[in-house]
């Protein structure tokens, strides 16, 4: 009889020995991703705190406090840019279509599960999708309007400088306090999720 079990039994062994050295491949390749995805995470967070900086200047500029005009032009570009959110999901696909239970470990294999289909879902609708982040479309426009007719422009036609102190009527002043106040609030909000 037990002859009859035997086959079965290293039949079933070389089943298990390949999916420990598939999960272990699987699990390599989603840790070389993950790493990929920190440096990507951090860049945005850079990003976005690049961007809260410019929003202070800003300010600063709109009340007719003193700022230094050389970082003007790396100011305006940071104040209204949009990021994307890259995830390296090949390791991740790849277990899907393996089978999630692939993974033994009944926490890793939830905290993955977790990270690519809720925290990289939402980075990515928070970056890309939710309207209200969307800053270039929703504040570069208005904030544009208001600065432009201050900027300084060279013989070539770019840009070189601004006129200080700004002259704004008050509406302005107020609109592109608000403004700048949305933006960042909403990058604290992102930098916060991340």
């Excluded at 709109?62 to 890259?86: A, G, K, M």
């Excluded at 403004?179 to 990058?187: A, G, T, V």
Aim: net charge negative.
């Amino acid at each position: 009889m037990w002859r009859l079990s035997l086959p079965f039994a290293l039949n079933n062994w070389n089943d298990n020995r390949r999916d420990r050295i598939a999960e272990n491949k699987i699990l390599t390749e989603i840790s070389i991703g993950l790493d990929k995805d920190l440096d990507d995470i951090a860049l945005n967070m850079e990003e976005h705190k690049t961007g809260i900086y410019a929003c202070n200047y800003f300010r600063k500029m709109s009340i007719n406090h003193e700022v230094d005009q050389d970082s003007i032009f790396f100011h305006y570009f940071n104040l209204t840019r949009d990021f994307i959110s890259v995830q390296n999901s090949a390791g991740y696909e790849t277990l899907k279509s393996r089978g999630l239970e692939l993974i033994q470990n009944d926490s890793l294999r939830q905290s993955i599960i977790s990270l690519y289909e809720y925290d990289y879902n939402t980075l990515r609708k928070f970056e890309e999708e939710y309207t209200e982040m969307q800053f270039h479309e929703n504040y570069f426009y208005e904030v544009n309007e208001i600065l432009s007719p201050a900027f300084k422009l060279d013989s070539s036609g770019n840009l070189s400088g601004i006129n200080l102190p700004l002259d704004l009527q008050e509406i302005d002043q107020k609109s592109l306090s608000i403004s700048l106040w949305k933006i960042q609030l909403n990058r604290s909000f992102i930098l916060h999720f991340y």
